[in-house]
């Protein structure tokens, strides 16, 4: 290898490493150092979160308390010689009942951080009481799995990699300059007893040659194993020698050079929602939201990226009421369907193995998020202990799209001449994770109406795989191939999307139960009526986990409802809530396929589980590497009672993705949702006084000459 290329290679690391704080922010399948977006972030220091103090027991930790753990740990007998590797570092959460117990004003429950770290190639699971100043539980693991990635095992990868020969020989025979090199690690999954009890990542490469986009460059065929704790190169395949490099060609996608794209140019005029009055919103103590008829507290986390909790609704009399204590996004499941030696690992686990928060970048003002948005950063620790702030990692924003919240218009034939028409208002707050290729949107979009609607959009990059295959007509078996020809000598692979939700659903207290209410044919007897059949409502109440297994079925359909069965509604139904899911998508894969067993949870779309403060990611607390044995599935088989008690909903919203031309070079955002209706819980409809707006409500805006 040249010096130059070295010397660029250590000026990058330090730059990323300048940049992120020495964060766990783990890139994604691809880590790029190079990227001129990431160099040009701004840097925030952790300096005006200084004296941020805990106000509410799910508050994130702060940097006053992260310091103080880092502290706890060096001083902890077996770290003492050696600071472990900290690849999480979040809050303990007080029990639920503390937390439904506390009021504004008193004491916080204890706060106690969890910790997960590695030294020596072992994992370290601890509890730190910050009011003791102690570790309080301490856990070397002894089963399958790793925590997240670190930015630190990555760019150790990396390190490795780059000194090694055989792997510069292949690189130099690929034609590729040194200084065009992109390179970065990606999880490996789970395949067998050959990679297990060792940290390893896999690496492959590309090519950045003029242009920002190296994704649709692929150096197809080449893959590294390296052990992150051994500092080795374990094996190398290099099987695509005869695969060429696809040109840079089109795969720009910046602003500044647009103008490649002179015959696609959808331009609009700027426009914006415009608030004379400012926001209906507020944001307390910084995590407390109030907007119309609903309070929640939110924060900010470096597995979940993104907790709603303690979402209240005020009813007609004006008492709020519990909706959900707690709901995230507990894994990203995203599997690509190529058994190539290249492809076959391409099985992510995105919130365990990399963490939807450590993924989030700061979002862009009028463009991810729109005037008037309140933005809150996220606190989090790095491998060595120390704070880092990720700024403008949510964004909270009101939302007018012209839709309609309710409407009836009377044909004046009867004699009326009515026409009522309410505008639909919505509260969105937003996060994105930059997972290396792929940016996935999350929102939570609060209703006046009570609804709350969960979506998620998908863009980004497209990881593609070379071929030596410019145009279909080329191609002599076009069956054998594992995705669509989306360029010249590019192939977009086949893969899914599973983004899977822990729902703790606590509908007027925490004790609810699930039931499904089926749509049932009847068929009418003889005489009875012209009509030969009809649907009926039967509802089923589930009485243990196995009756809450449901896989969705477009001809048997179903609502599926969480109701509380001691409170109940003017007119003597119980009050709940019931998912409505939205366009989705379930997982094809064989149950015993390893990826499949690891996110198991794909294997039916709704679960409902007894609140377990243990049983939280739905891939296990340590995903990376692991075997599938602590998953939904495995606490789940134990086939617990669920009826009238504190329950947990977990839902999986899925796509299937089929690449298409459209999706190159960048891909345009598609997205799907589901959502939580209330089902007799409000005696009437909760927006029926929601006033309208008319034209003195509103600025008059005029367009600036030209």
Not at 130 to 152: F, K
Request: glycine share 6%; hydrophobic share 35%.
């Amino acid at each position: 290898m040249d010096t130059p290329y070295f010397i660029r290679f250590f000026i990058i690391i330090s730059i990323a490493f300048f940049i992120f704080g020495c964060s766990t922010s783990p890139a994604h399948r691809i880590t790029s150092l190079r990227s001129s977006s990431v160099i040009n972030t701004p840097v925030h220091s952790s300096s005006h979160h200084l004296t941020d103090t805990p106000l509410h027991p799910l508050d994130p930790l702060t940097v006053p308390e992260i310091n103080k753990i880092r502290s706890i740990l060096s001083a902890f007998e077996p770290f003492s010689s050696s600071f472990p590797s900290i690849n999480t570092l979040s809050l303990d959460e007080p029990d639920k009942s503390q937390v439904l117990g506390w009021k504004p004003g008193e004491q916080l429950p204890p706060r106690r951080a969890s910790v997960e770290s590695v030294l020596d190639g072992q994992t370290h699971l601890l509890t730190v009481d910050l009011d003791l100043g102690v570790v309080t539980r301490h856990v070397v693991s002894i089963g399958s799995g790793y925590p997240m990635l670190t930015t630190e095992d990555q760019t150790t990868a990396l390190e490795v990699l780059y000194s090694d020969l055989e792997f510069n020989k292949s690189i130099l025979a690929r034609g590729v300059d040194f200084n065009d090199l992109v390179c970065g690690s990606s999880s490996p999954g789970w395949y067998g007893a050959d990679e297990e009890c060792k940290r390893i990542v896999k690496v492959q490469c590309f090519s950045g040659q003029n242009t920002p986009n190296y994704y649709m460059r692929p150096i197809e065929g080449l893959t590294a194993t390296v052990d992150v704790d051994k500092r080795e190169v374990v094996k190398i395949t290099d099987t695509g020698r005869s695969i060429p490099i696809p040109k840079e060609t089109n795969t720009d996608y910046l602003y500044s050079t647009r103008s490649q794209f002179p015959d696609v140019n959808p331009e609009t005029n700027p426009m914006s929602m415009e608030q004379p009055k400012g926001p209906s919103f507020t944001v307390e103590n910084g995590h407390i939201v109030k907007w119309a008829n609903w309070v929640f507290h939110i924060r900010p986390d470096i597995r979940a990226g993104m907790i709603i909790s303690q979402a209240v609704i005020r009813a007609e009399n004006g008492e709020y009421r519990s909706v959900m204590y707690k709901g995230f996004a507990s894994e990203v499941f995203v599997p690509y369907m190529d058994p190539d030696e290249a492809w076959y690992f391409k099985t992510y686990m995105d919130a365990g193995e990399y963490g939807l928060g450590a993924t989030a970048m700061a979002l862009l003002e009028l463009n991810d998020c729109p005037r008037y948005s309140y933005y809150m950063d996220g606190v989090f620790a790095s491998a060595d202990g120390r704070p880092f702030i990720r700024p403008n990692m949510i964004c909270i924003f009101e939302r007018y799209a012209g839709d309609i919240g309710w409407r009836h218009s009377e044909i004046p034939v009867m004699g009326f001449d009515i026409r009522e028409s309410r505008p639909k208002v919505t509260l969105v707050a937003r996060m994105v994770a930059s997972v290396g290729n792929y940016d996935y949107i999350f929102d939570w979009e609060f209703q006046t109406d009570g609804v709350i609607r969960i979506k998620v959009g998908l863009s980004g990059m497209l990881l593609v795989k070379g071929t030596p295959y410019e145009n279909i007509y080329n191609i002599s078996n076009i069956e054998d191939m594992t995705g669509t020809l989306v360029s010249e000598n590019v192939i977009g692979v086949v893969h899914d999307h599973h983004i899977s939700y822990h729902l703790d659903m606590d509908i007027d207290g925490p004790n609810n139960s699930f039931a499904e209410v089926n749509l049932v044919k009847e068929e009418t007897s003889l005489g009875q009526s012209p009509r030969k059949s009809y649907l009926k409502a039967k509802r089923k109440v589930a009485k243990t986990e196995n009756d809450a297994k449901i896989k969705l079925k477009l001809y048997d359909p179903s609502e599926f409802h969480v109701f509380n069965p001691t409170r109940r509604s003017r007119l003597g139904n119980p009050t709940g809530y019931m998912i409505i899911p939205g366009g989705t998508a379930a997982s094809l894969l064989d149950h015993d396929d390893p990826p499949q067993i690891r996110a198991a949870v794909t294997n039916n779309q709704i679960w409902v589980t007894p609140h377990n403060k243990s049983e939280v990611w739905a891939g296990g607390l340590l995903t990376s590497q692991s075997k599938g044995e602590d998953t939904l599935a495995v606490w789940s088989a134990r086939d617990r009672e669920i009826e009238n008690k504190d329950i947990v909903l977990w839902y999986t919203l899925g796509f299937h993705h089929i690449p298409c031309q459209e999706d190159f070079p960048v891909m345009p955002t598609v997205s799907s949702s589901f959502e939580l209706k209330p089902v007799n819980f409000f005696d009437r409809n909760p927006i029926l006084n929601a006033k309208p707006t008319f034209q003195e409500d509103l600025p008059r805006c005029f367009a600036a000459s030209s």
